[in-house]
């Protein structure tokens, strides 16, 4: 019973912190961005007619600093809750973040699918997110790779997910029993949650990861 009631606890919470994710996400994108979007164009404007090299000069670095203000909410927003997970479905979100991780590091990311039905519930759509999100945070911090492949596939209505990387090997459950931070508790509760197992596969090079979850 014990058990049990801490499972749904869990559950509550992770529920609670999406929805105020959620929220907060729709609060910066239809609110602040659209507050400085008005602000930058209010900016745009007056450079048009501004005359005196100075002035002019003094309200384009306003312009520019509006504009990193701007680009800053986005990322903290799609942060919180990226946006195509909900419209466009799980691969095309994590295709997108990946992307993104991409553009910023000198670092490779990359996914395969071998299954078009890789098509998820949102809730747990929402979690394995997550849990690739902190994969991804680790590797960034602590791992020091330079490649991470992360496949998709599913074989007898169980769906898969296996994430490669060539950084610092680590055991996960001895880190996790060990760790301090909250990123491998993250993941494990996540993998709770959604009722998901983790292997961790042995290789001489790097880390290897599968996901396993009904579908």
């Not at 509550?12 to 907060?24: F, G, T």
């Not at 209505?157 to 459950?173: H, K, P, R």
């Amino acid at each position: 019973m014990k058990r049990n009631e801490a499972e749904q606890l869990l559950k509550v919470s992770l529920e609670s912190e999406k929805n105020e994710r959620r929220r907060i996400a729709a609060d910066l994108h239809d609110s602040v961005s659209s507050d400085l979007s008005a602000i930058r164009n209010y900016l745009a404007i007056i450079l048009k007619d501004e005359k005196d090299e100075k002035r002019a000069s003094l309200f384009q670095e306003l312009k520019e600093g509006v504009e990193v203000a701007m680009e800053n909410t986005r990322q903290v927003s799609y942060k919180l809750m990226p946006p195509l997970l909900d419209s466009l479905g799980f691969e095309v979100a994590l295709e997108d973040y990946l992307n993104k991780l991409n553009t910023k590091t000198e670092l490779l990311f990359t996914i395969s699918s071998k299954d078009e039905r890789f098509d998820l519930d949102s809730s747990v759509s929402y979690e394995l997110f997550r849990i690739i999100q902190e994969f991804t945070t680790n590797m960034l911090k602590y791992g020091s790779i330079k490649n991470c492949h992360i496949a998709l596939y599913v074989i007898s209505s169980v769906g898969y997910i296996e994430i490669i990387d060539d950084g610092e090997q680590y055991d996960f459950m001895k880190s996790l029993s060990q760790s301090k931070g909250t990123g491998l508790k993250n993941i494990s509760s996540r993998l709770k949650i959604i009722d998901a197992k983790l292997l961790q596969r042995a290789v001489m090079i790097g880390n290897h990861f599968v996901i396993s979850f009904s579908i």
